[in-house]
């Protein structure tokens, strides 16, 4: 091989600098895309498995990127990803955290510390006639459609 010249050097060099400077807008534009939802309805379980308040962590990662809270007798499913740059959320006391970013949310969603500006949104929920829980993440219900039905199950007291 042979030995490069100042001037391919250099073009090489500066090559490799504009590459690697251009490495963290390409990483901050894919995640301020969002996550890629699931496309089809996601089973949750059984309606009698959520008998508590509180929040239920196991599809807050790939593929489906939602948590399930049941609170003030509703359940209902949400994001699990920070709205700020779409990071995973926590789970820390009585709110939804962002580690990365230190934004913080309430269970209900709300941003209650930025950097975060928007609320994390809800998906569609539905109980099946075989009392499985099913949430449809191709549904998002922004914070001002919260009261739409279709966006919590009601948990009848007992």
């Not at 934004?103 to 209900?108: A, G, L, M, R, V």
């Not at 209650?112 to 949430?135: E, W």
Request: aromatic share 10%; net charge neutral; glycine share 6%.
């Amino acid at each position: 091989m042979s030995e490069l010249n100042r001037r391919e050097f250099m073009l090489a060099t500066g090559v490799a600098a504009v590459s690697l400077m251009s490495l963290p807008v390409l990483q901050s534009t894919v995640q301020a895309a969002g996550p890629t939802m699931p496309d089809k309805p996601v089973d949750v379980g059984l309606l009698t498995s959520f008998d508590k308040d509180g929040v239920t962590q196991t599809f807050a990662k790939k593929p489906s990127y939602i948590f399930i809270v049941r609170q003030d007798g509703k359940l209902y499913a949400c994001l699990s990803q920070c709205t700020h740059k779409y990071r995973p959320l926590t789970v820390r006391d009585t709110e939804f955290y962002c580690p990365a970013h230190k934004s913080e949310f309430s269970f209900q969603g709300t941003v209650t510390h930025g950097p975060a500006q928007t609320s994390l949104p809800r998906y569609a929920i539905s109980v099946d006639d075989n009392g499985h829980v099913i949430v449809d993440c191709s549904k998002e219900f922004s914070e001002k459609k919260w009261d739409d039905p279709a966006s919590f199950v009601t948990i009848k007291a007992t």
